[in-house]
């Protein structure tokens, strides 16, 4: 669980078979804002940048195949 991240990265969340619940983080990303496969994502929300450039406002569940 974490509230107010903020995560600056190249690839914001690299996750394999994993549940994360994310309320109020911001993810500013280079290449991808997250990958991986086989987790659970709750986000509360969140916020999507790429370098700096706002992408996508996330409120819902998602699942990583």
């Known amino acids: ?3 107010n991240m903020v995560i600056d990265a ?3 969340i690299h996750t394999n078979e994993s549940k994360l619940d994310l309320a ?3 993810i ?3 290449i ?3 990958n991986g496969s086989g ?3 709750y986000w509360s929300t969140s916020f999507q ?3 700096g450039q706002p992408t996508k406002t996330i ?3 998602q699942i990583l195949h």
Do not use: A
Request: zero cysteines.
């Open 59 to 61: 409120h819902r569940k």
């Open 49 to 51: 940048s790429k370098n």
């Open 32 to 34: 991808d804002p997250i």
């Open 28 to 30: 500013n990303y280079k």
């Open 10 to 12: 190249s690839v914001g």
């Open 1 to 3: 669980m974490s509230t």
């Open 39 to 41: 987790s659970l994502i």
């Open 24 to 26: 109020g983080t911001i």
